[in-house]
């Protein structure tokens, strides 16, 4: 299975740590939406798009990539996040895009990150050392549900 994960990653490289993660786990290419174009994405059997969260929602840069996509037909796609609260409903807008591009959404995968947003930043932030190694197996874990998955349907 030939897999490719996007991911963008500004605020403190949380979301890169996991991208990494899967990205191991499913021996996929790893590449920011500025390395890659439309047309490129067609050869892989499954995508993956990730990006901390910024007021609730993926970074513009994911967003707006996938919305300049041109539509498919059941191409596999997992979908993931870091953010403050950790939260996986964060996800769903993109699922919700990709969807409508007609991706069949496999997977999504949430944990919390570093987050010094604001005045965060004045009590040292929150979730300092997140993702840590746990979320880091999790993520992995995920990877290879989604690759049984994949594989048996
Ligand atoms: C401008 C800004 C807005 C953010 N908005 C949210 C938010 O709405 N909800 C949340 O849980 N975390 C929020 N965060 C925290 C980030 O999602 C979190 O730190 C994430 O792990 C950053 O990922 P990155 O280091 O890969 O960019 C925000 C951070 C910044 C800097």
Redesign the pocket.
């Known amino acids: 299975m030939k897999a490719l994960i996007i ?12 991208a990494r993660a899967i990205a191991e786990t499913l021996k996929a290419e790893l590449k920011t939406p500025d390395e890659v174009t439309p047309q490129e994405l067609l050869q892989y059997d499954l995508l993956g798009f ?8 993926h ?1 513009r840069k994911i967003v707006d990539f996938i919305q300049k996509l041109p539509q498919v037909q059941g191409k596999n796609a997992l979908v993931f ?7 996986k409903s ?1 996800n769903q807008h993109l699922s919700k895009l990709l969807e409508e591009k007609g991706f069949n959404v496999v997977g999504s995968f949430a944990c ?7 005045p965060l930043k004045l009590i040292g ?1 929150i ?1 300092r050392g ?2 840590n190694q746990k979320d880091l197996e999790e993520a992995k874990k995920f990877a290879r549900e989604v690759a049984e998955k994949i594989k048996s349907s």
């Open positions: 991911y963008f990653s500004l605020h403190h490289g949380n979301t890169e740590k996991i990730g990006s901390g969260i910024f007021f609730g929602k970074h996040s870091t953010s403050g609260m950790g939260r964060f919390r990150g570093y987050d010094t947003y604001g932030g979730n997140r993702p």
